[in-house]
């Protein structure tokens, strides 16, 4: 006789230093919210990047733009990814795919992970065209240049990033 199952919801963890989050992101988080029932986002800390905005601000600028979702929920967390997963009692890690490059890195880091906590499985996600070539450095770049960045990022999180690139410009002069 077959063993029945309790259903349980399903909760997907979306991990990422979003540094700062970008419309390739945000289109991502919107799709995964109609996948999964809930979806926490864990604004992480990654000691081998130096990161513009501090972990709080990355949070505030995180769930400012997932707002409208009522099934996504933001937190920030240190450590492995993996370990985060578990900690808000998720099975499923969503990663971006944009590039080849991209993808060796992400299928190491599966495979790792997969070794750490083989309870764990990662869905890969790309992004619509029009944002696979986006990235958090790209976009620092452009604020840091004083570029348009309104067909990179959420329209909210626009006069966050400017006034922080501004404000470091107004200390090198």
């Given at each position: 006789m077959p063993l029945e199952q309790t259903p349980q919801p399903l909760t997907a963890v979306y991990p990422g230093a979003f540094d700062p989050i970008h419309l390739g992101h945000l289109d991502i988080i919107r799709r995964c919210s109609l996948i999964f029932p809930r979806l926490v986002i864990g604004v992480g800390l990654n000691p081998d990047k130096q990161h513009s905005f501090s972990i709080e601000e990355r949070q505030q600028m995180v769930s400012e733009v997932a707002r409208p979702f009522n099934n996504v929920e933001v937190r920030t967390f240190t450590g492995l990814a993996v370990h985060f997963v578990r900690e808000v009692g998720a099975r499923v890690m969503i990663r971006g795919l944009r590039t080849?490059?991209?993808?060796?890195?992400?299928?190491?880091?599966?495979?790792?992970?997969?070794?750490?906590?083989?309870?764990i499985h990662t869905v890969f996600l790309l992004p619509r065209v029009d944002f696979t070539h986006l990235s958090s450095t790209l976009i620092r770049q452009i604020a840091a240049l004083g570029g348009d960045l309104s067909r990179f990022l959420p329209e909210t999180i626009i006069p966050t990033v400017l006034s922080k690139f501004q404000a470091s410009a107004a200390q090198v002069e």
């Open positions: 080849v490059s991209d993808m060796e890195y992400e299928f190491s880091m599966s495979l790792t992970n997969q070794t750490l906590d083989p309870a």
